[in-house]
């Protein structure tokens, strides 16, 4: 079936609502009364107030798409198929009503009935937490699931540090080893292991523990449903794209770079459908970030969107385009999300100037201080070095407005590395110079952004994945 991104969020909130659920808005994505967080990240986390007793909703049943905010996966823009800063997690809630089984079951029936998504249930693949004997009992039983589409996954436990927790299963689709960037034997290719051939579409959390702040779990007074389909990989599905950027969601922004540039198109070579599709992504998440009332700015969320202009910037640059343009994107991004977003398009002349500002702004330093750096890798490469210091790094920084993970990556291409250490300490350095002059200012509380981000990474990483296949017992 050939629907249009704005059909499949219809039809996943419309199934749900044909299962009793209420249909909430998005919620916007700066997050209100939590600390907690820098961005919305996911859909549960606009309903923690729910899950946690504080306040009762009039409908147990929940469903919304949720525009959300992953910094933590800034880096993977672009290199992998399925990775954006922001994307739309639909999502079905139970405030303490249904749950394992209802959860299961009701996923099932809307991927695999041909009145809904009518996906072939042999590609579909999911997981579990190996405790957790319920769920897989579902799948084998009711959902009559074969067991070697069933595999164990000790890290299926979903955690954001604070708040509400639990065993998960994920649903995958598999789209055939010709989008695998592994061989079909390598141990990571299998679903829930690091490759593109198993697409992760949902994750199905059975939230039953409150993770307190001293670090313990503590039973919630009763136990939730949070589940997380990423609009863009279910509709790169549909769309049978090659990644999420080649659906109705990405291609008109793509296009209109493809017009702005110097005549390099998309497809070209892989470095330049990386800026392609950095720029794309970018300008979405900018685009939302300033219409829900963020601006650019040096301090936490305002850091981020000056990183993300600034990367996209950069990437229009090897594209060709040497002046401000990423403001033009900003009524495209309007005119695709309209259907459920009508409030980016009518508020796109203002965020639009917001860019263009902070476009024009970088673009002033910009050229000066990649003719520094370049002057500099000539340099280094004349001494027979391809470290660049971070005395230079901090300059370019502090003077020209680049980024350190900008200065990397740009580097990175010539096979340079650049001195973090160093970096870290001329910047620690001008902290405390700052610190002393503004040491009879009142102090200013302001939250650490980067630090900020590093808590609200939404899943547990720098664990080993422990897999263990075909060992379930029937
Ligand atoms: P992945 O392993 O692919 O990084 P995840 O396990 O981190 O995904 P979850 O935290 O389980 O993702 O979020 C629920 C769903 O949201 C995922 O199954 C996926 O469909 C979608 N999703 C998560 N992160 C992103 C992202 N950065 N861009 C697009 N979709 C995402
Ligand atoms: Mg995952
Ligand atoms: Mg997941
Ligand atoms: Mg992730």
Request: hydrophobic share 35%.
């Amino acid at each position: 079936k050939q629907l249009s991104s704005a059909q499949i969020r219809q039809m996943y909130l419309d199934f749900f609502k044909s299962k009793g659920h209420e249909v909430m808005q998005s919620a916007p994505l700066v997050p209100h009364d939590d600390p907690t967080l820098l961005w919305i990240n996911s859909g549960v986390a606009t309903m923690k107030k729910f899950f946690d007793g504080s306040v009762v909703p009039d409908n147990p049943r929940i469903t919304s798409s949720q525009k959300s905010i992953r910094t933590n996966d800034i880096e993977n823009v672009g290199h992998t198929a399925r990775h954006h800063t922001l994307f739309e997690m639909l999502g079905n809630f139970s405030v303490g009503d249904y749950f394992k089984e209802e959860a299961i079951t009701w996923a099932w029936e809307l991927l695999t009935s041909p009145k809904w998504f009518g996906m072939d249930p042999d590609k579909l693949y999911v997981t579990v937490y190996p405790k957790d004997t319920e769920a897989k009992r579902i799948w084998l039983e009711e959902v009559k699931l074969p067991k070697d589409h069933i595999y164990e996954v000790e890290d299926n436990f979903w955690d954001i540090g604070e708040g509400p927790s639990g065993p998960d299963s994920e649903i995958f689709y598999d789209r055939g080893q010709k989008f695998n960037n592994l061989s079909e034997d390598d141990p990571e290719s299998y679903p829930g292991g690091e490759n593109e051939r198993y697409l992760e579409i949902w994750n199905i959390v059975f939230s039953e523990f409150n993770h307190k702040p001293d670090g313990t779990y503590e039973p919630l007074p009763h136990k939730n449903i949070d589940t997380g389909m990423g609009l863009e990989r279910v509709v790169s599905v549909f769309q049978n794209a090659r990644t999420n950027f080649e659906t109705d969601l990405f291609l008109p922004l793509i296009k209109k770079a493809e017009e702005l540039g110097n005549g390099v198109k998309y497809g070209d070579s892989p470095a330049t459908d990386v800026s392609f599709k950095v720029v794309a992504d970018h300008i979405r998440a900018v685009t939302f970030a300033i219409g829900d009332g963020a601006l650019p700015s040096n301090e936490g969320r305002g850091y981020v969107i000056r990183r993300l202009i600034r990367r996209a910037v950069m990437h229009g640059q090897k594209l060709g385009i040497d002046k401000a343009f990423l403001y033009l994107l900003v009524p495209i991004v309007g005119q695709i999300m309209k259907s459920h977003y009508p409030e980016v398009l009518e508020q796109s002349e203002y965020i639009a100037k917001v860019v263009r500002m902070e476009e024009d702004r970088f673009n002033e330093t910009l050229k000066d201080g990649l003719q520094l750096l370049n002057e500099m890798i000539a340099d280094a490469k004349e001494k027979g070095s391809n470290k660049l210091s971070g005395k230079l790094a901090f300059k370019l920084y502090d003077t020209y407005g680049f980024p350190f993970e900008l200065t990397t990556e740009y580097v990175q291409e010539q096979n340079f590395t650049v001195d973090e250490a160093e970096f870290d300490e001329q910047m620690k350095q001008q902290k405390e110079r700052a610190r002393a002059a503004r040491s009879n200012a009142k102090s200013m509380g302001v939250q650490n952004g980067l630090l900020t981000d590093i808590k609200t990474e939404s899943k547990y990483v720098g664990y080993e994945k422990l897999v263990t296949v075909g060992t379930l017992k029937d």
